[in-house]
């Protein structure tokens, strides 16, 4: 079976650093993706961990460990445009990628 | 922009009455998939297929059925639509980039059943 968790709502302020955690139960785990997605809109592509460790693209960072089933996004020098809702998706080995998406976080800047 | 459109945008339609939505590509990716987006479920897998006439279940596939005759083109179908499936539908494709597995999500289609 699978079980995803990560916060439902995350505050805050603009300029700041803030992590969104990402734990799951998922038997025969391969990686990890996240998403963004904003009020009205469709999901998009933010990061990608295939490997252990971290991957960093500019402001957004994302850490799998895979052997504590864990990962987060890290978004630094927050700014406005940053308030939206964060997908984690592990996926399965295989030929197919299939993710499982979370209920996503939401993340509020405030000035 | 993944070259990705989802037609309608927008659909109102009564309960009982068949609905096809389709997902249109311009990349010719093989791996194409079909959500559904609730408030407090997050994005749940309806279908996806993995070449022309190679369709599988997702999560939630029970009211739904897919076609796909034409590597652009992948149809979802209500064939008898009922108020549960009020949702905003994405479709999604898979670019099968080597070392990054991704998709790249159409628009979205919000359904009304009345």
């Known amino acids: 079976g699978q079980s995803l968790e990560q916060p439902s709502e995350v505050t805050a302020v603009e300029g700041a650093i803030v992590q969104i955690n990402c734990t799951y139960q998922?038997?025969?785990?391969?990686?990890l993706s996240w998403y963004q997605q904003h009020d009205g809109g469709a999901p998009t592509f933010l990061s990608y961990?295939?490997?252990?460790g971290l991957e960093e693209t500019g402001r957004f960072s994302s850490f799998l460990s895979r052997s504590d089933s864990y990962g987060y996004l890290l978004l630094q020098e927050l700014q406005m445009k940053d308030s939206a809702s964060y997908f984690c998706?592990?996926?399965?080995?295989?030929?197919?990628?299939?993710?499982?998406f979370g209920r996503g976080t939401s993340l509020i800047v405030h000035p | 922009d993944a070259g990705i459109t989802q037609s309608p945008r927008h659909k109102v339609t009564e309960t009982g009455t068949p609905v096809t939505l389709r997902c249109h590509q311009t990349?010719?990716?093989?791996?194409m998939y079909w959500y559904r987006q609730d408030p407090g479920h997050g994005l749940r897998l309806i279908h996806y297929?993995?070449?022309?006439?190679?369709?599988d279940k997702g999560e939630v596939s029970d009211g739904y059925s897919v076609s796909r005759s034409k590597t652009e083109d992948f149809l979802l179908t209500l064939e008898s639509a009922t108020s549960s499936q009020t949702s905003v539908y994405f479709c999604?494709?898979?670019?099968?980039?080597?070392?990054?597995?991704?998709?790249?999500f159409g628009p979205g289609t919000r359904l009304l059943v009345l």
């Open positions: 297929s993995y070449g022309v006439k190679d369709t």
């Open positions: 999604a494709i898979r670019p099968g980039l080597a070392d990054q597995e991704t998709q790249y």
């Open positions: 961990n295939g490997l252990d």
């Open positions: 998922t038997s025969g785990f391969y990686g």
């Open positions: 998706a592990p996926f399965p080995p295989g030929g197919s990628y299939i993710p499982t």
């Open positions: 990349e010719n990716h093989r791996y």
